[in-house]
């Protein structure tokens, strides 16, 4: 009664200054302590005034490159995802073919609760997505059975309502659609993962959990180049979007081992789970993923381990990643391209769920039992996105590789030094080479002055396997360029008649070079400036 009566004094007070204008209002309302009069302007007729663009919309984005702490095993990690990849993904794929880890209940209608937004149609409507309708009942009965509130869990999930409708992620895939969502991966970056303190050994917690959102954000990059392809433009934006991003690779890998060893945390209830009737069939590949070698290799687990020593160390504040990963869910419904906002609640869900496995409350984990229908599905589905994206990544990593070495040899026979005295002296020498030589052999040295590389390359042809047995060339640089030693280039094998080597070194520009070209003992030499 007494709000009520202060708040009609105030109203009476404000009518009585210029008819509720903007400077009334303020003089009525300051001294109630009901309104900060600095938000309102001091004339009558000047509109109100707001900063055009906050603080994170225009200051410089932040990078995940923490060469520290857990950095050494995250390389180890990644390689060992490199060599067992090709047994674990299909796996993980297989799963994504079963209803319960591709169907989910979302609410795509949710209003943006944290910026103004305005509604920007996709061209030729490539990110909208039609729900399904033949869901089987057991799926729907057993998601709207669980519906238990937790005030401080890792995640909420859009609970069945009217406003709440399945979508199968096999009948949507994940594409480049077009959208621009620079502001909300922005807003994520700047407002949800940690800024402060981030060097501090202590704080391992906090850079976990923002290599987990720069690998969330690399996953979806990944997409988006495999949908243009390793063209000329795919790999410009590889480079641009991953490859010369600090650590976006080396944290996707990092989000990627974290749901693995997730999945190997719930292996005992994902190995005896009935899912929904389709039991006979997961079951089998579940066991098979959860035992692999991939899943129980040191370097991967040690990603989980490191998280929870990180979590249990005295100054963690694991709530704050909590909360933060409850609001990563929400700011999806900021996403304006409806399949994009379908694929990112799915994978923040996913991440959330193996964030309360692998660390629960207090750093020590939580019991795999309490996870929804929902949970595991987005678990297993995160696993799979991730595990496509980390193939993605090498497949354009090798291409971006070759197109590189054929661009250094096309500038290497631009770029070839005019014939001066010494260069002549070593072509001599290489004629001189083969013509003793009894196999059919060619060898050729290159120099580059600007990029300041030296090769050698030989070709063997039928008929050359043998006597080219005895044969081993020696690649010897001078002892004053900056890169010295010798590469020896053994002989092919007798079966290989289009055997090619090739070695290249980096050599300091405007020195000399030297190279010994040996046979059966037989020693001659040339110089060539490089």
Partial sequence: AFDMMRLFSVALLASTCSAFSPAGVARACQPHGLLDPRMLALDDGEALKRPAMREWEVREMPTYEYKYDYYEDLITGMSACRAQNAEVVPLLCKLQQHDFFACFPVDLLGSCSYM?????????????????????????????????????????????????????????????????????????????????????????????????????HAAVDCQIIADIGASDYGLTEYHRRLRDEPGSIENLYFAYMLTLCALRECRERLCKCNYLGDGAEIRPVMEALTGSLLLNCGPVQRAAQSSRQHALQPNAMIWKMRLRTRDLLRVMNCVQCNLCRLHGKVLAMGLASAMQVLLGKGGQGDNPLLLTRVQLGALGATAAKLGVACEIVETFRQADEERAAAEA????????????????????????????????????????????????????????????ESTVWRFHLRPNVRTAGSIWNQPPHQSDCNHRAQHSLQLAPNREWGVLFSENQGVDAGRGVG
């Fill in 409 to 468: 040899a096309a500038e290497s026979t631009l770029m070839r030094p005019a014939a001066t005295p010494a260069a002549i002296s070593a072509a001599l020498l290489v004629r001189t080479v083969q013509s003793r030589s009894a196999s059919t052999a060619s060898v050729a040295v290159d120099a580059r002055g600007a990029g300041g590389h030296a090769s050698m390359q030989r070709r063997t042809c039928s008929g050359a396997a043998a006597s080219m």
């Fill in 116 to 216: 103004p937004t305005e509604e920007v149609p996709c061209e030729l409507d490539r990110c909208e997505v039609e729900p399904r309708e033949d869901i089987p009942q057991s799926l729907a009965d057993r998601d709207f059975d669980e519906y238990e509130f937790e005030l401080d869990s890792w995640g909420r999930w859009d609970q069945p309502s009217d406003f709440t409708e399945y979508y199968d992620l096999r009948q949507v895939p994940e594409r480049d659609t077009g959208y621009d969502g620079r502001r909300v991966w922005r807003f994520i970056h700047q407002k949800i993962c940690f800024q402060r303190e981030l060097d501090l050994r202590e704080n391992g917690w906090k850079r976990d959990y923002n290599r987990l959102i720069s690998g969330m």
